[in-house]
């Protein structure tokens, strides 16, 4: 997979959340929502692999994980995104919601708040993460 297929899979698990939360089915959007981050941010980690460079093993290994805060520090965007959250707080409060996620959150039960609200921090123009790694992948 390369950082162009991860950006395609990140737009369509949003996509396909918003579906399902529509639908009635809140478990499953908000377990593709965070999926739709895990993607963005490996689309980031990609894009720091210059084409034909071998990677480093350590960077290959830690990436296969579906940990965002290690996805985030791996993507080196911890830093930038620190710096965005001092001035503003509607990022630092999508930021919290969106920590909350991880891939167990399959076998979870979620309510449609729950649900909507994940999506609003993940794809909220105004203070949502996945606009913001957009402007970085």
């Not at 034909?52 to 296969?64: G, M, Q, Y």
């Not at 620190?82 to 707080?89: E, K, Q, T, Y």
């Not at 509607?90 to 609200?117: H, P």
């Amino acid at each position: 997979m390369n950082r162009i297929d991860f950006q395609e899979i990140a737009e369509t698990r949003i996509r396909e959340a918003r579906a399902l939360l529509t639908a009635g089915f809140p478990d499953g959007a908000y377990y593709l929502a965070g999926y739709a981050v895990e993607c963005a941010l490996k689309s980031c980690i990609a894009k720091r692999t210059r084409e034909h460079d071998f990677p480093e093993k350590k960077l290959v290994n830690d990436s296969h994980t579906h940990d965002l805060g290690k996805l985030l520090q791996l993507a080196e965007l911890k830093d930038a995104l620190d710096a965005v959250i001092g001035s503003d707080p509607a990022m630092e409060s999508a930021l919290d919601k969106i920590q909350d996620w991880s891939e167990t959150s399959r076998y979870q039960r979620k309510t449609v708040q729950e649900a909507a609200e994940l999506l609003k921090a993940i794809e909220d123009q105004t203070g949502g993460l996945l606009p913001w790694i957009r402007l970085h992948w």
